[in-house]
């Protein structure tokens, strides 16, 4: 198990969903804090607020790039042109290896609404999702 495996099980135990998770590593990763961003991530848990629409980790990974991608956070910043490019890259990945494996890419279809496929499915999904955002990001920017 590597080191973000074994923190994302860390983060999950401690009740942090997944798009949370992925927030949390991203920050962790420059040594930064930023409680504001964990808590508005928090919307995307359980699949838009618990309503088992969209993965949260699929919408987590998409802030993540935009966090660490050049997305847009005051009216003077312009958006990379890259990030776009790089979301849609991640969300056709993740609907070629997890639409296709479980038939859909929002977290009720992933799970099947069952508790305890979270627990084996989500941690999983999330390490993944965590790797394929670094390789996007170090692929796509300096």
Known sequence: MTDDEVRIQELSLQGFGCSQI???????????????LVR????????????????????GGC????LRGGGRGTAGEMEDGRLQPMIRTLVEWFEAEYGARYGGIDCATITGSDPRSRLVRCPEIVS????KVQELLGSCLP
């Not at 802030?63 to 935009?66: E, G, R, S």
Request: with cysteine; charged share 5%; net charge negative.
């Open 22 to 36: 992925l927030a949390l590593l991203a920050l962790q990763a420059t040594g930064e804090e930023n409680p504001a």
């Open 40 to 59: 508005a991530v928090s919307g995307l848990h359980g699949g838009l607020g618990f309503t088992g629409k969209l993965c949260g980790a699929l919408a």
């Open 63 to 66: 802030c993540v790039l935009a």
């Open 128 to 131: 993944a999702v965590h790797a």
